[in-house]
């Protein structure tokens, strides 16, 4: 308030009054020219060069003439405030994704007051073991006077980060370093690329602290946990470890300097928040900056802490065999990171053809061929891959083209030589040689394994920064393309807090409008994206999440003992990447290739490229299963209409069970109707395979996957009266043929009447799976109706079967997957119980209701 001013400025306290005005004018200056040279980012494309420091820098020398008059309390102020000298600002302009404020914390200086005290650092490094130990004691109690429950101050953290990279990166040799530590430090240094072009970056770095950050969280994860792949948040699962005092770490033999005392994993609980929790908790939140692509470059001490914090949670954990039942005697975790690929892929991996089960669905099959034909002919030859390296940034950001070039230059060509052994090892099968015998040999580590896991990584952080940047453009969203302190991410699949934030692949935005990203890249490559990064199906292979947060470990330790085997200059054998991985590799591939051709219009691939649809989907997933259910009880229709034996068969029960057969004759619907229904509520489904999948056609799969969302019950009935009515279609085909037999023995005399038995509930069979599908549809029907949304264009009107709620729906859900599956079961080999079950269901009230109402409809 202006009275408030002057009155401090009559009371002689001018001074701070000046100096408060100079900083609000230096804030305001700060952030209007920001977002003017971030909004004209977007329009020019050219890289953005961050006014914050010229405000920053210039106005320093006044601010700091005014608080040195200012006494102590000035000088106190002037040590707070964080400055930025020269040689940060290259790295500030290299941010330019992230706000200022984040910048300024990436580039925190450490504390001097250890050094202006002659105080040793509270942590000390064991450079034999690359592990983290404690100061004496009364360093502790002076610098570390926090709980566990604390974040580490970021001065202290800036100064523990310079410790670690000193050390890690000494001219020492490293004595007791697993191969995976030695694979990362390697993969920081990979050189590659073309010495020629000077503006080639090499962001090995970058890389490795991406893959190691993602490595430190499965580290947390298997102290707290107890297992490598999936957890809880994790913010919760480093407050948990913030009470685990048990749990410490003996200094080795020949670290005499940590005998001070033993390292818990309590004391590492403030250090991992300050490097892994959001800005507004304190941290730096450097894991999600870079897997969510928000940094093209990150200075060397921020990996070296990474590495030594994985190597110190790693010994922690051997170290505490007796506190953690997980762990087996040998040190090694019950769940290794074999185990949690094995759960990963257990669904997913045809065992006997050694196939993913990206390769099931046709729509899906053809993009990992693609991917793989664009990677076995060189991944540099596809012209709009080409163009999109080439080109200045209209998908893939100037500031991120060294990244890419990264990927292409360096990682695709290990996928390249795994997919060539791949085939000769199938060719082999067929012409073995004796060179073939001799491919089991160790190979010189000169030979490389394939980086699929990394290659992966890094293109899913590619592919989400240049989808976000593109979003916003398109979405009049700028201020989403940076990383802000307290704000949340838009992000490529949600996974986690979705509820929470916008999610690039969408069809609707939180406010209700639509997403216009999807016009503009493609119905089909949005379809692509949400198959490969945020379909519900356990099929999918959700790859960021997955190589993010501990999915495919094992193969990231593969990789980087390949990489510390060929560094070394040791025999080790080429290891084959997991099918599903690469086959997502692959399939990642193709959808890049398929957005760079929409925004070029150059690909030679792109003319002849099959059109794609969902797969992975809620809608897609019931629509195949509705058309796998039509097409079995089609078959099962004309078996009961045209074949003598199965007639017979039925008329046989007819006499046995008159009643049974009589209560059942409500349960007929005309199979026509039920088509009908489905196509009314799965427009999609009217479709053809390769009809071109169109933008409208996203907006109501959209609407369908939110009502089975809500109602997954309805979904899996679906599956189950699937699977129910191909088993007892195959049943029956293989047991007409000995209907007509004349038996020959007490052994044929019985098999034939089992076989009669079987054959006689055709019918019953027929009008019972029917009813549940009937039953199904209609659950879905009513949450399509009443499902509350902000997608202002799902509107649909109520429906007038008030008569029923949501929760009789799912009574009725629920009832009839407990019938299918009682009926099912005993199909075979008690026939009376599955009869017995199915008067059951008929007698259950919510049945009898909508028995009634499918009455009074018919009657109308």
Known sequence: DHGDIMAEAANGNGKCIILVLLALLATIAHSFTYESQRSSYHHSRSPLKSPAVKVTSSTAPLFSKIVMEMGEAGNAATESCPSIDDSDMKMVEDYEHIHPDIAAVLLTKASQNNESNNTPFPFVVDPSTLTLGRGSQSQRREDLEHSANDTMPLDLLAGLADECDRVVFAETTHERIPKKILGLICLSQFQGGNPEEKEWQNPAILV???????????????????????????????????????????????????????????????????????????????????????????????????????????????????????????????????????????????????????????????????????????????????????????????????????????????????????????????????????????????????????????????????????????????????????EYYVTLDGHGQRDKHEVLITPYLRDGSRNQLVPVIGAEACALLADLFAAPSVEAPNIRSAVCHGGWDGELVKELEGLAAAADATFHRLERSNPLLMDAACALVSCLELISSSRSKTSSLSSYRPRYRPV???????????????????????????????????????????????????LKIDLEKIKKMACDLFPTMKKVDDEFWSIEDTYSEHQTNIALACNVAALTLFSDASHATRKYLVGVRERIDTLSMQPSSTKDRRALKTNARFCSAAMITRDFYKFTVYVALLATKKYSQNESTNDADLHITQAPNEDFNREEFVRAVERSRMAISTFDSHLTTNLDRSLKAVHNYLEGKVMKKIIIQKKNKSTT
Not at 621 to 641: G, P, Q, Y
Not at 642 to 651: A, F, G, L, Q
Request: glycine share 4%; charged share 20%; aromatic share 4%.
């Open 616 to 666: 992975y989907t809620y809608t897609s997933t019931a629509v195949r299963n509705l058309n796998d259910i039509l097409h079995n009880l089609e078959a099962l229709d004309l078996l009961i209409s045209h074949n003598p034996s199965i007639v017979k068969c039925i008329r046989t029960m007819e006499h046995r069970h008159p009643k049974l057969c009589n209560d059942v004759i409500p």
């Open 208 to 486: 490795a602290s991406m893959i190691a950050l993602n490595l430190l969280e499965s580290s947390i994860r298997a102290i707290v946990v107890g297992s490598r792949g999936g957890g809880p948040l994790l913010k919760d699962m480093i407050q948990e470890m913030s009470k685990m005092d048990h749990f410490t770490l003996e200094p080795t033999a020949s670290s005499t300097f940590l005998s001070q005392g033993n390292i818990s994993a309590s004391d590492l609980a403030p250090i991992l928040r300050a490097l892994l929790l959001p800005t507004k908790v304190g941290g730096i939140n450097i894991r999600n900056l870079i897997s969510h692509g928000f940094l093209s470059t990150i200075d060397r001490r921020w990996f070296s802490v990474t590495l030594v914090l994985i190597q110190t949670l790693d010994r922690l954990l051997v170290s505490n065999i007796h506190l953690n039942e997980s762990v087996k005697a040998d040190g090694v975790l019950d769940r290794t990171n074999e185990e949690v690929n094995a759960d990963l892929t257990a669904k997913a991996i045809d065992r006997e053809h050694d196939t993913s089960s990206l390769m099931k669905h046709k729509p899906m099959a053809r993009e990992v061929n693609i991917g793989k034909s664009i990677l076995l002919q060189n991944f540099l030859s596809c012209p709009s891959l080409q163009e999109l390296e080439l080109q200045t940034g209209d998908f893939i950001p100037p500031s991120h083209l060294h990244l890419f070039r990264f990927s292409l230059h360096l990682l695709a060509p290990t996928l390249q030589q795994s997919l060539r052994a791949a085939m000769k090892r199938d060719e082999s099968i067929t012409k073995p040689t004796s060179s073939d015998r001799e491919k089991d040999d160790p190979i010189p580590a000169t030979s490389i394994s394939s980086l699929t896991a990394i290659f992966t990584t890094v293109m899913c952080t590619l592919l989400e920064h240049s989808l976000r940047l593109l979003w916003c453009r398109v979405n009049n969203r700028q201020h989403d393309c940076i990383a802000r302190p307290t």
